[in-house]
């Protein structure tokens, strides 16, 4: 199995932005010397770290079900429809992103192995690579509070715009606008596929 480690191209990439962030912004913010992370998972009830084999099969049994009919209903729906029913079909796929979200974080079943394969099978209708998903994922999570670090929906920074060409200035207005959602695509460009230049 790969890990983050083993790809040395983001390591020192990773690596050297840590580096500059912490010249520019200080250390990261650190708990109180008495508040450690094993207390405040004392604190919290057992059921939270407890996985349920029956809630992650009806949990995939109700998306496949919701999303079938969500294709049915694009099948069979008349032009004036179609737009409702895309939707809906969009909806109820978003949950195999959800489901391979909660395998990513092991907190779908206790076999690690069960949760990448499920994983895997969950994002393959969505045509979205699960393992490099992962591994990017949990890099946001371990830099959340970096913003330049983190790889999770970074802003656009005003030198962005103010250094971009009309064409891109004109991208970003759009993103930033009407076309909000479609920044998922440019995303997964960058952040799964980083040899494509944008």
């Known amino acids: 199995m790969a890990s983050f480690k083993q ?4 390591t020192e990439e990773m690596t050297r932005d840590v580096k500059t962030y912490r010249k520019t912004n200080g250390p990261r913010p650190e708990l109180p010397a008495d508040v450690k992370l094993s ?3 004392r604190s919290l009830p057992k059921e939270v770290f407890e996985t349920s084999r029956w809630e992650a099969t009806k949990a995939i049994i109700i998306t496949l079900c919701a999303t079938t009919l969500g294709l049915y209903l694009v099948h069979i729906s008349p032009w004036y429809l179609l737009p409702a ?3 809906f079909a969009g909806t109820c796929a978003t949950g195999f992103f ?3 979200h909660d395998a990513a974080h092991r907190s779908l079943l206790k076999s ?3 949760c990448d394969i499920i994983g895997n099978i969950c994002m393959m209708p969505l045509v979205y ?4 998903w992962r591994l990017q994922h949990n890099i946001h999570h371990k830099y959340t509070d970096l913003l330049v670090v983190d790889n999770a929906w970074q ?3 005003p030198e962005d715009y103010t250094e971009a060409s009309g064409l891109w200035k004109f991208i970003f207005r759009i993103i930033k606008g009407p076309m909000w959602w479609f920044a998922s695509v440019g995303h997964r460009i960058t ?4 040899h494509v230049q944008l």
Do not use: C, N, R
């Open 155 to 157: 802003p656009f920074q």
């Open 7 to 10: 790809s040395t191209v983001f």
């Open 39 to 41: 207390t405040i998972e």
């Open 129 to 132: 690579p699960y393992e490099p």
């Open 191 to 194: 952040k799964h596929y980083p």
């Open 112 to 114: 690690v192995l069960a």
């Open 85 to 87: 029913a895309w939707f």
């Open 98 to 100: 959800v489901i391979a």
